[in-house]
């Protein structure tokens, strides 16, 4: 089963930017919608992001105007660009499908702190 690799996590200080990126390499990466999601210490997972092969992309109230989620087919990559990142984005992020066909990644962490 595919697992993916998310890179692209750190320390930022508030209002800054991070850019995590997610590979996926399996058969039909092209034809999934892809999401992002983040755990938070002590809470549930939550989807934040998520892109239809058509390109339609959906956001969490939370990071609505912050976040914007993006796909390269050819290299089975997702990415999340995040910007003014507040406190509350700490968590470690994960990719996967919109459906969960993948298993789950290690993930990346993010921490947005002074």
């Known amino acids: 089963q595919v697992q993916p690799v998310e890179s692209g996590g750190g320390l930022v200080q508030p209002g800054g930017s991070l850019r995590l990126s997610c590979v996926a390499s399996g058969s039909f990466f092209g034809s999934y919608a892809m999401a992002w999601y983040r755990q938070a210490p002590g809470k549930q997972r939550e989807r934040v992001a998520a892109?239809?092969?058509?390109?339609?992309?959906g956001y969490a109230d939370s990071v609505k105007g912050r976040f914007t989620i993006s796909r390269d087919n050819a290299k089975m990559t997702v990415y999340l660009q995040m910007s003014s990142l507040k406190p509350e984005d700490t968590a470690v992020y994960y990719c996967?499908?919109?459906?969960?066909?993948?298993?789950w990644g290690q993930g990346t962490q993010v921490t947005v702190s002074s």
């Open positions: 996967n499908t919109l459906n969960i066909n993948y298993s």
């Open positions: 892109l239809t092969r058509g390109g339609t992309t």
